[in-house]
């Protein structure tokens, strides 16, 4: 079991499907002069923790190794976030009221985009009550917000996952749950931080394992995966997973023409229950 499986879960579950999780005592009115705009507080941390760590990398690495241990642990306890399969982002909407649309925080960063719902269609999810005081925090939902019903956010997850999104847990101030995340690399800087630098962002409680009957050799999966979990075998011609790489988002399995790959419980193979 993970560690925030452990700390904030609940009868054997996944912390994320905890209902305690989607609400805390945060939402109480803070003097304007207390209350960054949202959108500035994550640009600065990221201009004054993760750029400087990752400039050590060459300057000097072991400097940039205990600097990535210091977030990792700050990560866990500030905004921890995790892959989730399908499945269960359909199950985290059903336990979080309201649901709504909201623009990428991570394009707008790293892209310079602008999801008006329009022009543009926004791809996250704001979960929970905060969402009802949106308004208050002006720069994040610039844009607005989408309220949806719970069927509408599950058709709308299942709609970006089709198109190979991954879907990540939205933490602010672990363990409250604000949001689901539905982005891609390079554009999502969790998934970046992990892939990149071995940080961050969690893995999923499932692993995608391959039905070689099945299998074709497509190459579909290979073509989707975020975390370069999948290559294609020369002398079978059929998908190969690294399943000490698989972040058990699920892309490839939705993917796949031939439903030749299904996602496991991760905690049934000795050697990735401990790997997250």
């Known amino acids: 079991m993970c560690e925030l499986c452990e700390k904030y879960g609940e009868e054997g579950k996944p912390w994320y499907l905890n209902p305690r999780n989607y609400a805390r ?7 304007e002069k207390e209350k960054p705009p949202m959108i500035l507080d994550e640009i600065r941390y990221a201009a004054n923790v993760i750029k400087p760590m990752i400039d050590l990398k060459e300057e000097d690495p072991k400097a940039y190794q205990d600097a990535l241990e210091r977030f990792q642990k700050e990560y866990l306890s500030r905004a921890a976030g995790q ?3 399908l499945e269960d ?9 309201p649901v709504a649309r909201i623009d990428c925080i991570c394009r707008r960063v790293v892209r310079a985009t602008f999801e008006d719902g329009e022009k543009r269609p926004r791809s996250c999810l704001g979960l929970g009550v905060g969402m009802f005081r949106w308004k208050e925090w002006p720069e994040r939902y610039k844009g607005g917000v989408e309220f949806l019903s719970t069927e509408e956010a599950k058709k ?5 996952h089709r198109r190979g999104m991954v879907i990540t847990i939205m933490s602010f101030g672990t363990p409250y749950i604000g949001g689901i995340c539905l982005c891609d690399y390079p554009d999502c800087m969790a998934i970046r931080m992990r892939v990149e630098h071995g940080v961050g962002l969690l893995k999923g409680h499932q ?3 391959v ?11 290979a073509s989707r995966c975020q975390f370069g979990a999948i290559k294609m075998e020369v002398t079978t011609n059929k998908a190969n997973i690294d399943m000490t790489k698989c972040f058990g988002c699920g892309v490839c399995a939705y993917a796949c023409p031939q439903e030749a790959i299904s996602l496991v419980d991760r905690k049934n193979f000795p050697i990735l229950k401990d790997q997250w």
Do not use: R
């Open 25 to 31: 005592p945060l939402y109480k009115k803070l003097e």
């Open 207 to 209: 692993v995608a394992k």
């Open 83 to 85: 892959v989730v399969s």
């Open 211 to 221: 039905d070689y009957d099945k299998c074709i050799g497509c190459g579909t999966c």
């Open 156 to 160: 709308h997850i299942e709609h970006w």
């Open 89 to 97: 982002a359909k199950k985290m909407v059903e336990i979080a009221q």
